[in-house]
C-alpha cells in the first residue's frame, strides 16, 4: 500500500538525503522531483522544502545558478580517493566499458540474424510456393502439348504462298484503279481503300 503525501512529505528529508548520498551527482530540484515522485509520491513543494531544510543544516549543498539551485551531497562525508584508486577505477571501467561494446555488438548480430529469420519463409509457405510453382509450370506444360498436338498450324510454305498470293492481288488491284480512273467506278465511290503492300 502507498503512503499518503502528508506521510511521504514527512519522511522526504531522510529519503533525498539517502538519493543524493548514493547517486554522488548535483540535481537540481525538478530532477529530483521527476525522479522520485513516481515511485515514492513526493510533491514538488515538499521536494523543494525537504532540499531547502537539509541544505541549511549542512546535511547536503547547494550552489545558485541564476534563479535555479544544485543540490548535491556533501562530500566531505567521502573518504579521500588516493591516485591508485582511480587508476583502479578507471581501469575497471574502461574493461566494463569493452564488455559493453562486446555485448552491445553481439546483440546487434543477434537482432540481425533475427529480422533475416523472420523475413524468410517457413517451411510451410516454401512448401505451398513450390506447389503453386509446379501447377503453373503444368498448365503450361499443357498449354504447349495441346499446341504441339494442333493440326491446324501454318507452315512456312502455306505463310510464303498466302504472302505471295497477297501481292499478286493488291498488284491486279492498283491495275484496276487506274483504268477506273479513266472509268466511270471509283473506289472512292465505294470507300475501298488500297491495302499497304
Known amino acids: 500500500m502507498s503512503k499518503g503525501r502528508g506521510e511521504a512529505a514527512a519522511g522526504a528529508p531522510g529519503l533525498l538525503l539517502r538519493y543524493l548520498q548514493e547517486q554522488n551527482r548535483p540535481y537540481s530540484a525538478q530532477d529530483v ?91 510451410p509457405e516454401m512448401q505451398r510456393q513450390l506447389q503453386e510453382l509446379q501447377e503453373e509450370c503444368g498448365g503450361y506444360e499443357r498449354r504447349l502439348e495441346n499446341i504441339r498436338a494442333a493440326t491446324n498450324h501454318v507452315t512456312p510454305e502455306e505463310k510464303e504462298q498466302v504472302y505471295q498470293d497477297r501481292q499478286k492481288y493488291c498488284k491486279e488491284w492498283r491495275k484496276r484503279k487506274r483504268m477506273e480512273e479513266v472509268g466511270i467506278e471509283t473506289d472512292e465511290d465505294y470507300n475501298a481503300k488500297l491495302p499497304d503492300p
Request: hydrophobic residues 40%.
Open 33 to 123: 522531483f521527476g525522479n522520485l515522485q513516481r515511485e515514492h509520491g513526493l510533491g514538488k513543494a515538499a521536494v523543494v522544502k525537504a532540499l531547502d531544510q537539509l541544505a541549511q543544516q549542512g546535511r547536503i549543498k547547494e550552489k545558485a545558478y541564476g534563479k535555479q539551485k544544485i543540490y548535491f551531497a556533501d562530500q566531505d562525508q567521502f573518504d579521500a580517493v588516493s591516485d591508485a584508486d582511480l587508476q583502479a577505477l578507471d581501469a575497471k571501467i574502461a574493461d566494463l566499458t569493452s564488455k559493453v561494446q562486446s555485448v552491445q555488438q553481439s546483440c546487434r548480430h543477434m537482432e540481425a540474424e533475427l529480422k533475416e529469420l523472420t523475413s524468410a519463409l517457413t517451411t
